[in-house]
Every structure is written in structure tokens, then in C-alpha cells.
């Protein structure tokens, strides 16, 4: 069983700027991968980005340029850097960790931190 704790959502203007952190309950080095997805209002859930245990990221096209995603084993956490956020970018915020076990692997999921991007 994995826990995810995200933090650093909010309200921001569009060009501005917020980092999301999500610690997890476990050393993240035994984790597969861990990403970012969000979620807008009447829209299905959406990959931001990723970052494996062997530091290799992946991006949506529509933040390519503009977030980071990174990893700091020693708190057991990952973040999402994200700038110059637009009103589109708005959307409910999920950490997630993919973790490979016996009968393949498990996703599990943080509750969920809040953006507004206003414009």
C-alpha cells in the first residue's frame, strides 16, 4: 500500500507560476513510476507527466516547455513545476505512483490538489 500526499495547489493568474509536491509513504526508489494527472470539470482524467525510478520523464504535449516534473529521493517526494499557467491548465490536480508487484503492478492515487488559473 502506497500513500500520496500532494500539496501546493491554489489560485494564480495566467503567466504565473506554482509547484506541486507530493510525498509519498514509501521510498520512492522502489516505485516504478510517479506522475501527475488532472482532471477539468466534464472532462475525462489527463496524463501531465511522469517521471521513472530511472529519473526518465514524460510530458503532454500541452505542458511540454512550461512544467517540470522532478523527484527528490532523500523526502520521497516529486514535484510538478509548472509556468506560465494558463486558464486552461485549471483542473483538479492527482499525484499517482505505479508500483510493480506479483500480478503486474498497482496504481494508486493521491486525493486530488486543487488549480485555478485565472485570466
Known amino acids: 500500500q502506497v500513500q500520496l500526499v500532494e500539496s501546493g495547489g491554489g489560485l494564480v493568474q495566467a503567466g504565473g507560476s506554482l509547484r506541486l509536491s507530493c510525498t509519498a509513504s514509501?521510498?520512492?526508489?522502489?516505485?516504478?513510476?510517479m506522475g501527475w494527472y488532472r482532471q477539468a470539470p466534464g472532462k475525462q482524467r489527463e496524463l501531465v507527466a511522469t517521471v521513472t525510478s530511472g529519473s526518465n520523464t514524460n510530458y503532454a504535449d500541452s505542458v511540454k516547455g512550461r512544467f517540470t516534473i522532478s523527484s527528490d529521493n532523500a523526502k520521497n517526494t516529486v514535484y510538478l513545476q509548472m509556468n506560465n499557467l494558463k486558464p486552461e491548465d485549471t483542473a483538479v490536480y492527482f499525484c499517482?505512483?505505479?508500483?510493480?508487484?506479483?500480478?503486474?503492478?498497482?496504481?494508486?492515487w493521491g486525493q486530488g490538489t486543487q488549480v485555478t488559473v485565472s485570466s
Open positions: 514509501v521510498p520512492i526508489f522502489r516505485i516504478y513510476h
Open positions: 499517482t505512483s505505479r508500483v510493480v508487484n506479483s500480478i503486474g503492478y498497482t496504481d494508486y
